[in-house]
């Protein structure tokens, strides 16, 4: 009895850790075999919308961006955190696949929003850079349209 038992729970343990890793592989969560973190998600308010957003707070998630992402969620974004500095950095749009609004956010508060910023055209070596007003702490990526559709203005509130 033990010598068919035995294998056969080997073999049931060895199906069920593959179907784990495959899970978690499919989900880009098991950090082993993907070198990328899994993103940390956040849920904003915009003007009261709710928004759930990827944080880039590192320079390396900053850097990427949404670039090389064929879309993004309706009521998702990506929040960029200078938080606990004031800065003014410039955005651009190199390797992205699709058109976004770009919200600049300073102490809670709208400061600009470029609207349907365009993705580059295929001949373009140097995008274009795309600047706040003022000093700020975010910027919030989301679909282009978003900030039009959703009748957003400067100084609208936004809660982090």
């Known amino acids: 009895m033990k010598q068919i038992l ?19 592989l499919d989900n880009k969560s098991f950090s082993f075999f993907n070198s990328s973190p899994t993103p940390l998600l956040k849920e904003i308010e915009v003007k009261g919308i709710k928004i759930k957003v990827e944080l880039a707070d590192t320079a390396e998630k900053r850097k990427v961006g949404l670039s090389r992402r064929r879309s993004l969620a309706e009521g998702s974004g990506m929040l960029f955190s200078f ?27 709208i400061v600009k929003i470029d609207q349907n910023v365009p993705i580059p055209k295929k001949d373009e070596t140097s995008p274009k850079l795309y600047y706040p007003p ?8 989301v679909n282009a349209g978003f900030s039009k559709k959703n009748s957003l203005k400067i100084g609208d509130l936004v809660k982090i």
Do not use: C, H
């Open 83 to 109: 938080e606990g500095k004031e800065l003014t950095p410039g955005f651009w749009m190199k390797g992205m696949l699709f058109p976004l609004d770009l919200i600049w956010i300073k102490n809670g508060k």
């Open 134 to 141: 003022i000093s700020i702490n975010y910027v919030l990526e």
């Open 6 to 24: 035995l294998p056969l729970l080997g073999v049931a343990l060895f199906v069920i850790i593959v179907g784990l890793m495959t899970q978690r």
